[in-house]
C-alpha cells in the first residue's frame, strides 16, 4: 500500500513512475491534493480523474489510516486529542494557540518506556513505537482542524522520540517538505529526555535548522537519577559533552526544559548548580510549573516559587523563559500526557 503520510514529494515520484508508469505533473497533483486541500482521498484530484483508470488505481493502493480522533477537550484555547489507532491503543496531541501561529505537540510513542517520576505517560511503560504515518498524522489532523496556524511542531508529547529514531526523523523530512504541509525544520524541535546516542546520531545527519531540546529537570546526578532513570547510564557530565559537541547553529541555542518542583529541584543550591552546567553550553531554560497528575508525588508550584527560582537564574547569568501552565485542567501540560491513552 503507499501510505502518503509517510512520502516526500520525491517518494512519491519516484514510486508514480515505477508502479504507475506516470510523471511528475500527476503525482505532484496527487501530492498536493493531499497536502494542500488535505484531502485524504487526493485521488479525486481534477487532474488525476482526467488520466484513464488512474483514480481507480489509486484509490486502491492509496491506505490513510493515521488512527482517529476520539476525543477532544478544550481549556483556555488549548486543545488535547485523543487519537485511537487503528490496533486500539491510544496517543495524544496538544494544540497550543499562539496569537499568531500555533504549535502541535506530538507523540512518537504509545506509552514511553524511560520512567521519569514526575510523568503521566510514564505509568503506562512502553505500548508500542509509533509508524512515521500515526506521527505525521497528528499534524495533518491539527492541519485539517486549524489550517497554516500550525505551524511549530514540538516532539514532546507520549514518548522518547530518540528511541524512535528512524520514524522521527522520517517524519520530519515528510512534515517539512515544501511541497506538502511544509513546516520549515526551524519551527521543528525534538525533545529527548537525554538519549546520548541519539543526540549524536541526530548531530551526524546533517539538519542544522532542526531544533533540539532536552528535558533535563535536575542539575546534579543524584536528584537526576530519582527523577530520571535515564540518568543512571547517561549522567549529566557526558550529557552536557555530548551538548557541547551538538553542532549548533549559529544564534540557535538548545532548550533546556526544567520542570519546578517545590522541594525538590527549586532550592538555592539547584540554581547555582544549574547555572553551572550550562555555562559551556549555547542554551536557554524554559522553567516549566509541575502539573499535578492524577497520582502525583510532587506538589504544583505557585507563582511566587516560579518567580523565585527563575529570578535566580536570571541573577546568575542563565537565559530563561517561564511556560504558562495553560491545559493543566486538560492533562494536557508537560509530562501530563497519558492518562486517557489506555485500548479502546
Ligand atoms: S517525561 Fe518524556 S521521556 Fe520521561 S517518561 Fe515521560 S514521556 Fe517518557
Same mark, same amino acid.
Given at each position: 500500500?503507499?501510505?502518503?503520510?509517510?512520502?516526500?514529494?520525491?517518494?512519491?515520484?519516484?514510486?508514480?513512475?515505477?508502479?504507475?508508469?506516470?510523471?511528475?505533473?500527476?503525482?505532484?497533483?496527487?501530492?498536493?491534493?493531499?497536502?494542500?486541500?488535505?484531502?485524504?482521498?487526493? *485521488?479525486?484530484?481534477?487532474?488525476?480523474?482526467?488520466?484513464?483508470?488512474?483514480?481507480?488505481?489509486?484509490?486502491?493502493?492509496?491506505?490513510?489510516?493515521?488512527?482517529?480522533?476520539?476525543?477532544?477537550?478544550?481549556?483556555?484555547?488549548?486543545?488535547?486529542?485523543?487519537?485511537?489507532?487503528?490496533?486500539?491503543?491510544?496517543?495524544?496531541?496538544?494544540?497550543?494557540?499562539?496569537?499568531?501561529?500555533?504549535?502541535?505537540?506530538?507523540?512518537?510513542?504509545?506509552?514511553?518506556?524511560?520512567?521519569?517520576?514526575?510523568?503521566?505517560?510514564?505509568?503506562?511503560?512502553?505500548?508500542?513505537?509509533?509508524?512515521?504515518?500515526?506521527?505525521?498524522?497528528?499534524?495533518?489532523? #491539527? /492541519?485539517?482542524?486549524?489550517?497554516?496556524?500550525?505551524?511549530?511542531?514540538?516532539?514532546?508529547?507520549?514518548?522518547? @522520540?530518540?528511541?524512535?529514531?528512524? #520514524?522521527?526523523?522520517?517524519?520530519?523530512?515528510?512534515?517539512?517538505?515544501?511541497?506538502?504541509?511544509?513546516?520549515?525544520?526551524?519551527?521543528?524541535?525534538?525533545?529527548?529526555?537525554?538519549?546520548?546516542?541519539?543526540?549524536?546520531?541526530?548531530?551526524?545527519?546533517?539538519?542544522?535548522?532542526?531544533?533540539?531540546?532536552?528535558?533535563?529537570?535536575? @542539575?546534579?546526578?543524584?536528584?537526576?537519577?530519582?527523577?530520571?532513570? =535515564?540518568?543512571?547510564?547517561?549522567?549529566?557530565?557526558?550529557?552536557?559533552?555530548?551538548?557541547?559537541?551538538?553542532?549548533?547553529?549559529?544564534?540557535?541555542?538548545?532548550?533546556?526544559?526544567?520542570?519546578?518542583?517545590?522541594?525538590?529541584?527549586?532550592?538555592?543550591?539547584?540554581?547555582?548548580?544549574? #547555572?553551572? *552546567?550550562?555555562?559551556?553550553?549555547?542554551?536557554?531554560?524554559?522553567? =516549566?510549573?509541575?502539573?499535578?497528575?492524577?497520582?502525583? @508525588?510532587?506538589?504544583? @508550584?505557585?507563582?511566587?516559587?516560579?518567580?523565585?527560582?527563575?529570578?535566580?537564574? =536570571?541573577?546568575?547569568?542563565?537565559?530563561?523563559?517561564?511556560?504558562?501552565?495553560?491545559? /493543566?485542567?486538560?492533562? #494536557?501540560?508537560?509530562?501530563?500526557?497519558?492518562?486517557?491513552?489506555?485500548?479502546?
Amino acid at each position: 500500500m503507499l501510505r502518503l503520510l509517510e512520502m516526500t514529494y520525491a517518494d512519491l515520484t519516484e514510486v508514480f513512475a515505477e508502479r504507475f508508469g506516470k510523471g511528475p505533473f500527476l503525482a505532484g497533483a496527487l501530492y498536493r491534493e493531499f497536502y494542500k486541500q488535505l484531502n485524504p482521498q487526493a *485521488w479525486q484530484a481534477a487532474a488525476i480523474a482526467r488520466s484513464p483508470g488512474l483514480p481507480a488505481r489509486l484509490r486502491q493502493a492509496l491506505a490513510f489510516e493515521p488512527g482517529d480522533v476520539v476525543d477532544d477537550v478544550q481549556q483556555e484555547g488549548v486543545v488535547k486529542f485523543v487519537t485511537a489507532l487503528k490496533d486500539g491503543h491510544c496517543i495524544e496531541s496538544v494544540f497550543l494557540p499562539m496569537e499568531s501561529h500555533g504549535t502541535i505537540c506530538v507523540s512518537s510513542q504509545a506509552g514511553c518506556r524511560m520512567g521519569c517520576r514526575f510523568c503521566e505517560t510514564a505509568r503506562l511503560g512502553l505500548v508500542r513505537q509509533l509508524s512515521v504515518e500515526e506521527i505525521v498524522g497528528q499534524v495533518y489532523d #491539527a /492541519r485539517r482542524r486549524f489550517g497554516t496556524r500550525v505551524r511549530n511542531v514540538v516532539f514532546m508529547g507520549m514518548g522518547e @522520540p530518540f528511541d524512535n529514531f528512524d #520514524a522521527v526523523i522520517a517524519a520530519v523530512r515528510v512534515l517539512s517538505d515544501q511541497r506538502g504541509l511544509d513546516i520549515a525544520q526551524r519551527y521543528i524541535t525534538i525533545s529527548t529526555a537525554g538519549r546520548i546516542d541519539g543526540i549524536e546520531k541526530l548531530a551526524g545527519l546533517d539538519m542544522p535548522h532542526l531544533k533540539l531540546a532536552v528535558s533535563l529537570n535536575a @542539575p546534579n546526578d543524584d536528584l537526576r537519577s530519582q527523577l530520571m532513570p =535515564i540518568n543512571r547510564t547517561a549522567p549529566l557530565d557526558r550529557l552536557q559533552r555530548a551538548l557541547m559537541a551538538y553542532p549548533l547553529k549559529k544564534g540557535y541555542a538548545i532548550m533546556i526544559g526544567y520542570v519546578l518542583m517545590p522541594g525538590v529541584n527549586d532550592g538555592v543550591a539547584c540554581a547555582r548548580q544549574l #547555572a553551572r *552546567w550550562l555555562i559551556p553550553l549555547s542554551a536557554k531554560v524554559n522553567l =516549566i510549573p509541575f502539573n499535578p497528575g492524577t497520582a502525583s @508525588p510532587y506538589p504544583t @508550584p505557585t507563582e511566587e516559587e516560579l518567580d523565585t527560582f527563575r529570578q535566580r537564574l =536570571i541573577d546568575l547569568g542563565v537565559n530563561v523563559q517561564k511556560r504558562a501552565p495553560r491545559g /493543566r485542567d486538560l492533562m #494536557a501540560a508537560c509530562g501530563q500526557l497519558g492518562n486517557a491513552a489506555t485500548m479502546v
